[in-house]
């Protein structure tokens, strides 16, 4: 099994920036494709960016330009930096782990969410 943990939530104003880390252990980080999803109270879950295996990256038109999603391998573990976040970015923010890179939420493995309010 895979335990995926995130952090760096927080309240931040808008326009502000966090970085969220998403940690990783039981297998080799670097044989999964990981992404980001988030979700809303009263929403379904949205895909909000991915990364390859071999660092090709993907994002939703909702946050391109903002959030840059990376990775190291050397240390297990994903990030989602977010910049000129605004109220409508506030959603629980979810890591996922996959052998293959999607944007459904079709990921193997999840992390329990951090949460991300924007404040106007």
Known sequence: ??????SGGGLVQAGGSL???CAASGRSFSDYAMGWFRQAPGKERGFVAAISRS???Y?????KGRFAISRDNAKN???LQMNSLKPEDT????????RIVTM???????GQGTQVTVSS
């Not at 099994?1 to 995130?6: A, C, D, G």
């Open 1 to 6: 099994q895979v335990q995926l943990v995130e």
């Open 19 to 21: 970085k969220l880390s």
């Open 55 to 57: 660092g090709a990256t």
């Open 59 to 63: 994002y939703a038109d909702s946050v």
């Open 77 to 79: 573990t994903v990030y």
């Open 91 to 98: 959603a629980v923010y979810y890591c996922a782990g996959g």
């Open 104 to 110: 459904s939420p079709a990921y193997d493995y999840w």
